[in-house]
């Protein structure tokens, strides 16, 4: 670490323990070779009782934690010297930037600016889509009134999810890249094209758009609506299936509740094209269920169950695919996105490209598992996986 850390760290001690200015915190990203407790700690003044407290937010994938502390307790928690890798501290003034290069090296910027603290403490969402922004009134989210349609909650409640994993996810795209390129595949009503290329759009970056989707009446809404919402030139909407689109360069592939194999067309599209972020949420795993006609020994017990035997066989799919995706040059995890209660098709499978070259391990385990159950699952068919050797 350069030898500026333990002054820069100072001050980022004395920004956010200034009781008359401090306005919020930030802690962001990971150094190399450091673990953060969280993805991400907001931290923000609240006043419970009439005194003055620091709230603290751990987000960690889908589980966040907050918790309030005394502002001189501040200092005894460490978290600065977790390993992040982003700083920002916001005062009524200026703002003080922090980022931690690769090497160690510290580099720090100030800017004026005017912010205001907001010190009640309630349980209202931070949204990043307030219900009344023009692209969810044009995809139907909501009325014209600026409201939610009471039909449209668990669908808004998705988005709102959606887009705090993807806030997470591009960090690092946000910090080094002024232009986004992201394609959709298996769009169907683009309620997250929209959407993603709205909080692109908002934190000040030139967003290019690609939705994908075998209907043709699907296009057909979607070019409209980006007409209406003055986009057009932006986004793209195209009828074709996900194996046949071209082979094009893109920072960010999703895809949410594309029909079974269709999540596999969609992150071997995805992997093959290389990919830096994809995020994929799985929709009707029939794959496997029709390949298993016999549990193996050891756990045979389960399928004894109907239902017990199918979410087994619906996982073990999903954790093939993060395998693939470990193999094929992905940092890999799988996670709930939103709560069960709004939908049972919440789990997310997250891929971020790494440099890690030796896959063999991965492969081995991989290959492993497919013998036990006597599956070839299908992502593998789409990319040719036997042919990445494995070291024994």
Same mark, same amino acid.
């Given at each position: 670490m350069s030898a500026e850390w333990p002054e820069i760290k100072e001050e980022i001690l004395r920004r956010i323990c200034d009781e008359g200015n401090f306005v919020r915190a930030v802690?962001?990203?990971?150094? =190399?070779?450091? $673990?953060?407790?969280?993805? =991400?700690?907001?931290?923000?003044?609240v006043l419970l009782k009439e005194k003055l407290l620091l709230q603290l937010t751990w987000m960690d994938g889908n589980n966040n934690l907050t918790k309030n502390i005394h502002i001189h307790e501040f200092h005894k928690l460490t978290l600065l010297d977790e390993g992040f890798a982003n700083f920002l501290v916001e005062? =009524?003034?200026e703002s003080f930037e922090v980022r931690i290069g690769k090497r160690g090296q510290v580099f720090s910027k100030v800017s004026r600016g005017e912010f205001t603290p907001k010190y009640e403490h309630d349980h209202s969402k931070n949204r990043i889509l307030e219900e009344g922004d023009p692209f969810l009134i044009a995809v139907g989210i909501s009325d014209l009134s600026g409201r939610v349609k009471p039909s449209m909650r668990d669908?808004?409640? $998705?988005? &709102?999810?959606?887009?705090?994993? %993807?806030? =997470?996810?591009?960090? $690092?795209?946000? /910090?080094?890249?002024?232009?986004?390129?992201?394609?959709? %595949?298996?769009c169907g009503h683009a309620y997250l094209t929209f959407a993603a290329f709205r909080f692109f759009q908002l934190r000040g970056r030139q967003v290019n758009f690609v939705g994908v989707d075998i209907?043709?009446?699907?296009?057909?809404?979607? &070019?409209?609506?980006? #007409?209406?919402?003055?986009?057009a030139n932006n986004v793209t909407f195209l009828a074709s299936e996900i194996r046949d689109f071209s082979n094009e360069k893109f920072d960010i592939a999703i895809a949410l509740h594309a029909c079974d194999t269709a999540t596999d067309d969609?992150?071997?599209?995805?992997?093959n094209n290389? #990919?830096?972020?994809? %995020?994929?949420?799985?929709?009707?795993?029939?794959?496997?269920?029709? $390949?298993v006609r016999e549990f193996p020994r050891d756990i045979g017990i389960i399928a004894q169950d109907g239902i017990l035997a199918t979410r087994q066989l619906d996982l073990l799919t999903d954790e093939l695919r993060a395998q693939i995706l470990r193999i094929s040059g992905y940092k890999?995890? #799988?996670?709930?996105?939103?709560?069960? /209660?709004?939908?049972?098709?919440?789990?997310m499978i997250r891929g971020v490209r790494s440099a890690k070259a030796d896959h063999a391990t991965e492969l081995r385990e991989y290959r492993h598992i497919c013998k036990v159950w006597g599956v070839a699952p299908a992502l593998e068919a789409r990319l040719k996986l036997g042919a990445i050797p494995a070291s024994d």
């Open positions: 802690l962001s990203g990971r150094r =190399r070779n450091f $673990q953060p407790s969280a993805e =991400r700690i907001d931290i923000k003044p005062s =009524r003034t669908k808004y409640r $998705q988005v &709102e999810e959606f887009l705090k994993v %993807l806030e =997470r996810s591009a960090a $690092q795209l946000l /910090d080094s890249k002024s232009e986004i390129r992201m394609v959709d %595949l298996g209907r043709e009446s699907s296009r057909t809404r979607n &070019e409209s609506i980006a #007409v209406e919402l003055g986009i969609a992150l071997a599209w995805s992997i290389e #990919v830096e972020i994809i %995020l994929a949420a799985p929709c009707c795993h029939h794959d496997l269920h029709r $390949q890999s995890d #799988v996670f709930e996105f939103i709560s069960g /209660d709004h939908t049972a098709r919440n789990l």
